[in-house]
């Protein structure tokens, strides 16, 4: 089942603009901010997404998350700005409201085991270890994925493990995943990431053209379809594939 989006939202340049003036604006932290707009952003799309807000373990999670910790230090004056940012070698580190409902939609538990595919500077995959027992994440290029490695290890985030390799195979000695998230466009979803979902498991990725119109998909492994959400724009997942 696909249901068509009709809005644009990208994940390379997307600035939301909250209108309404807030309580003691001034005393709001960098943080407080980007919820904001956050929020702000799920309310415009619940259209698409079917939920007007981002849930609260979702939102608890990025509270958790130090943004400043996962980009590089010319760029944390920016750190809670609600757009990409650059993190070197042709990278983004995404905007966090696609960082947002991407985890919201992906319906993680504390019990499940979650695999990411496209590690980065490591900041979706600490986001997640706030909400899953477990986070698998592999990064192609090989010096993104050891920064990476270091930084949560020295951040303390002891249920991460992070791989060097094309995460188009997916982990299969970690299978079976109850979730996986994708942040890099591909035409197809990948089949090993397929079989590697739990049989109640559910994937979200960006699928479309690496150079044209791509869509946030969520798939049910269950259903055997997929929903698309609303346009973005990612950068293509690379490998061998």
Do not use: C
């Not at 007007?52 to 979702?58: E, F, G, L, M, W």
């Not at 477990?134 to 920064?147: A, D, H, K, Q």
């Amino acid at each position: 089942m696909r249901t068509p989006g009709r809005i644009l939202f990208t994940a390379l340049a997307m600035v939301a603009t909250v209108t309404s003036a807030q309580p003691n604006e001034t005393d709001l932290t960098p943080m407080d901010r980007m919820i904001i707009e956050i929020q702000a952003d799920a309310k415009r799309t619940a259209l698409y997404t079917g939920q007007s807000q981002i849930s609260a373990p979702v939102i608890e999670a990025l509270r958790d998350t130090p943004r400043e910790d996962f980009v590089p230090a010319r760029t944390r004056p920016l750190a809670y700005a609600n757009h990409p940012l650059p993190i070197g070698h042709g990278q983004t580190i995404s905007q966090p409201f696609i960082v947002a409902i991407m985890t919201d939609v992906l319906d993680v538990k504390s019990d499940h085991r979650v695999l990411e595919i496209g590690t980065g500077s490591g900041y979706q995959a600490a986001v997640l270890s706030h909400l899953a027992a477990e986070v698998y994440s592999i990064e192609i290029v090989p010096e993104l994925g050891e920064e990476a490695r270091e930084r949560l290890r020295t951040l303390g985030y002891a249920n991460i493990d992070v791989r060097i390799g094309d995460g188009w195979y997916g982990w299969p000695e970690h299978a079976p995943f109850d979730a996986v998230i994708v942040t890099a466009v591909a035409d197809e979803i990948p089949p090993a990431l397929v079989e590697q979902l739990t049989d109640d498991g559910r994937l979200v990725m960006p699928l479309g053209d690496t150079d044209g119109f791509q869509e946030l998909i969520v798939y049910d492994k269950r259903g055997g379809e997929y929903t698309t959400l609303f346009p973005v724009r990612f950068v293509p997942l690379t490998g061998d594939h």
